[in-house]
């Protein structure tokens, strides 16, 4: 079974009552660059978004670069507004990033879209923590499970 009949598996999976659904697509970069999956879901659970007609959508990205090392991004938008945090494992590639972001949320705001982005040193466990705690959220009760493949 390859990785991409595995996140067909998970993302037929209906969502558990109370639960978004949660759709996982692996990502993958040119030259070898490095990998990854995200996770995309809508939540329009809560009654103040319903009565304010509006659907939260979160999206995670699990990466692992080359360069950069582990990196984490959650971004949550509502309506034309992004909120996100990137989370990298250390300190000067945090910086670095820190620096682009400037630019790249005035590429957002160009295209219609307020922004709120930061960048932040987390470690490797707390990153991977995030993941797992998402991929035993969208399976809790269901009965089936994700096959966790290192290569």
Same mark, same amino acid.
């Given at each position: !079974? ?6 067909? *598996? !998970? ?48 999206? /995670? /990205?699990?990466?692992?670069?080359? *360069? ?9 938008? *509502?309506?034309?507004?992004? !909120? ?11 910086? /670095? ?6 630019? /790249? ?15 932040? *040193? ?24 994700? !096959?966790?493949?290192?290569?």
């Amino acid at each position: !079974v390859n990785l991409l009949e595995i996140h067909g *598996v !998970v993302n037929r999976q209906p969502p558990m009552a109370g639960h978004p659904q949660l759709l996982i697509l692996p990502c993958f970069f040119a030259n070898q660059a490095g990998w990854g999956e995200w996770f995309w879901r809508q939540d329009s659970s809560s009654s103040e978004q319903e009565e304010q007609h509006q659907n939260q959508e979160e999206l /995670f /990205f699990f990466l692992e670069m080359t *360069v950069l090392g582990p990196i984490t991004i959650k971004i949550t938008l *509502v309506e034309r507004r992004l !909120v996100g945090t990137i989370s990298v494992s250390m300190e000067d590639n945090a910086a /670095f990033i820190n620096t682009l972001l400037p630019a /790249f949320s005035r590429r957002l705001e160009a295209l219609g879209w307020h922004s709120q982005l930061h960048c932040q *040193v987390k470690s490797i466990k707390a990153m991977h923590e995030l993941q797992h705690a998402l991929l035993a959220e969208s399976q809790a009760g269901s009965g089936a499970g994700l !096959v966790d493949v290192q290569a």
